[in-house]
């Protein structure tokens, strides 16, 4: 059994920073790529971030210069350092994983989410 576990969410006022991370754990034999994906009210899931097993990163034009993806591939962990935050950043994150697990089974794995809000 795989699950994925964020946390770091929380409230914070414009221009303020926050760091999310995500643990997976179980019967996993590699993980490939992770990242992290938001979703606000009313509006469909979009991805924010992701990064390879290699360390090779992607993201959206909006986080860019502000958000830095990272990962400890020990650790099964992928962290997102969010900085200059902003009140459109307001989202529930959600933390994915693309995992071969311990059946040999290969698939996209979903965090619970955790809530940011940006406000003042």
């Known amino acids: 059994q795989v699950q994925l576990v964020e946390s770091g969410g929380g409230l914070v006022q414009p221009g303020g920073s926050l760091r999310l991370s995500c643990a997976a754990s179980?019967?996993?034999?590699?993980?490939?790529?992770m990242g992290w994906y938001r979703q606000a009210p009313g509006k469909q899931r979009e991805l924010v971030a992701s990064i390879t097993v290699g360390g090779s990163t992607n993201y959206a034009d909006s986080v860019k210069g502000r958000f830095t993806i990272s990962r400890d591939n020990p650790k099964n962990t992928v962290y997102l350092q969010m900085n200059s935050l902003k009140p459109e950043d307001t989202a529930v994150y959600y933390c994915?994983?693309?995992?071969?697990?311990?059946?040999?089974?290969?698939?996209?794995?979903w965090g619970q989410g955790t809530q940011v809000t940006v406000s003042s």
């Open positions: 179980g019967s996993i034999i590699s993980i490939y790529t």
């Open positions: 994915n994983a693309d995992i071969k697990t311990g059946a040999f089974i290969r698939r996209d794995y």
